[in-house]
């Protein structure tokens, strides 16, 4: 059985960091794009970066770049998200999505796999 589990979550002050995880099993992702994605409470969920799974072609939302960044992590096995300098607009449940398709991480369409979120809240 396929799952993708994100960790991680939790709340911090504007202006803090959070990394977040992506735990991916049941298959081989070498041949994967893995993306991240964010649902605000009210709001349509949105793109936030991906990567191939053996790394490099990374992409970001323009609203996060030079603030996240996405890496894989070798030793956990993990898609990890790295979120700096947070920002109230930043709040919502964060989801990891695993797809071969560059095209359908990027514009959320017909994704293969999707974890089920973690909440990241950003207040003072």
């Known amino acids: 059985q396929v799952m993708l589990v994100e960790s991680g979550g939790g709340s911090v002050q504007p202006g803090g960091s959070l990394r977040l995880s992506c735990a991916a099993s049941g298959r081989t992702f070498s041949t994967y794009y893995i993306g991240w994605f964010r649902q605000a409470t009210g709001k349509e969920r949105e793109f936030v970066a991906s990567m191939w799974w053996n790394g490099g072609s990374t992409y970001y939302a323009d609203s996060v770049k030079g603030r996240f960044t996405i890496a894989r992590d070798n030793a956990k096995n993990t898609v990890d998200l790295q979120m700096n300098s947070l920002e109230p607009e930043d709040t919502g449940v964060y989801c990891c999505?695993?797809?071969?398709?560059?095209?359908?991480?990027?514009?959320?369409?017909?994704?293969?796999?999707w974890g089920k979120g973690t909440l990241v809240t950003v207040s003072s």
């Open positions: 999505a695993a797809d071969p398709s560059a095209g359908s991480i990027r514009w959320s369409r017909g994704v293969d796999y």
